[in-house]
């Protein structure tokens, strides 16, 4: 069974800085992309960053210069640095895995459970 794990959310001060980190498990062949959405409390869930295998990156206008996102393909793990986080970044923030094949051909969309970011003093 593929799944992805989310770590590394919790309770930061404004202007802080946190790591999320989510690991896809399985037998899995390869994931063409893997990103970040979130979602906060009356809002529907948006992107905020996403990288191709080959190491594209594509990030949300209210992230960028803020957040990273990177990948270690070996790992089939992809990490989200959240650098200057603002209350408003306050979400519950969702790994996604987009045409995830796995050993036997399958391909997949796959969502994590969900990481809570809060971002208060």
């Known amino acids: 069974q593929v799944q992805l794990v989310e770590s590394g959310g919790g309770l930061v001060q404004p202007g802080g800085s946190l790591r999320l980190s989510c690991a896809a498990s399985g037998s899995i062949r390869s994931i063409y992309a893997m990103g970040w959405y979130r979602q906060a409390p009356g809002h529907q869930r948006e992107l905020v960053a996403v990288?191709?295998?080959?190491?594209?990156?594509n990030y949300a206008d209210f992230v960028k210069g803020r957040f990273t996102i990177s990948r270690d393909n070996a790992k089939n793990t992809v990490y989200l640095q959240m650098n200057s986080l603002k209350p408003e970044d306050t979400a519950v923030y969702y790994c996604?895995?987009?045409?995830?094949?796995?050993?036997?051909?399958?391909?997949?969309?796959?969502w994590g459970q969900g990481a809570l970011v809060t971002v208060s003093s």
């Open positions: 990288i191709t295998s080959g190491g594209s990156t």
């Open positions: 996604h895995a987009d045409n995830l094949v796995t050993a036997i051909h399958r391909h997949l969309e796959v």
